[in-house]
T-cell receptor, first 115, second 114 residues
Framework: AQKITQTQPGMFVQEKEAVTLDCTYD???????LFWYKQPSSGEMIFLIY??????QNATEGRYSLNFQKARKSANLVISASQLGDSAMYFCAMRGIFTGNQFYFGTGTSLTVIP | DAGITQSPRHKVTETGTPVTLRCHQTENHRYMYWYRQDPGHGLRLIHY???????DKGEVSDGYSVSRSKTEDFLLTLESATSSQTSVYFC?????????????FGPGTRLLVL
């Protein structure tokens, strides 16, 4: 069974500081993908970053980076230099190659950036 | 941005009535998905489709049916709406490309069942 756990319901960060959003996962698949999505108050789901289970380097996309620790089954999102526009819900998701094409989502973390 | 639209965007209906939500894509992606989003649950998969007329159940499929007669359209039907189906419904699409297959989401439909 696949499972994604996000243990931080809410987080606060000062503007221009970095913040880490936690995500742990459980899967029996050897090959899988990990994803982070952002959902601002307007409601749309925005894809941020992807990490493959066989990727040796941590993924980065602008101010977003994914701290991937395979042995610990964690895929934390790091946002550097937080901006007010980063205030949103953030969802971690996973897809296993050999367990069908279902994506599994965590329950999300609400991030508030304080000016 | 991926070309995904959902209709209607908002709907209020009464318990016991059938409701159909439509997802339309212009990306020619093979996979389409319906999720519901509820506080404390994140996104939960209702049904998905891996091709025209090919569908499968997700985690929370009871009370829902789907149809896909064309690549671009995926319909979600609540056969007899209940108050527990009040939720935000998201459609998503993806194209198989190994592990890096990313899902792209539509804008969502807010459904209120009275």
């Amino acid at each position: 069974a696949q499972k994604i756990t996000q243990t931080q319901p809410g987080m606060f960060v000062q503007e221009k500081e970095a913040v880490t959003l936690d995500c742990t996962y459980d899967t029996s698949d050897q090959s899988y993908g990990l994803f982070w999505y952002k959902q601002p108050s307007s409601g749309e789901m925005i894809f941020l970053i992807y990490q493959g289970s066989y990727d040796e380097q941590n993924a980065t996309e602008g101010r977003y980076s994914l701290n991937f620790q395979k042995a610990r089954k964690s895929a934390n999102l790091v946002i550097s230099a937080s901006q007010l526009g980063d205030s949103a819900m953030y969802f971690c998701a996973m897809r296993g190659i050999f367990t069908g094409n279902q994506f599994y989502f965590g329950t999300g973390t609400s991030l508030t950036v304080i000016p | 941005d991926a070309g995904i639209t959902q209709s209607p965007r908002h709907k209020v209906t009464e318990t016991g009535t059938p409701v159909t939500l439509r997802c339309h894509q212009t990306e020619n992606h093979r996979y389409m998905y319906w999720y519901r989003q509820d506080p404390g649950h994140g996104l939960r998969l209702i049904h998905y489709s891996y091709g025209v007329k090919d569908t499968d159940k997700g985690e929370v499929s009871d009370g829902y049916s789907v149809s896909r007669s064309k690549t671009e359209d995926f319909l979600l039907t609540l056969e007899s709406a209940t108050s527990s189906q009040t939720s935000v419904y998201f459609c998503a699409i993806s194209e198989p490309s190994g592990a890096k297959e990313t899902q792209y989401f539509g804008p969502g439909t807010r459904l209120l069942v009275l």
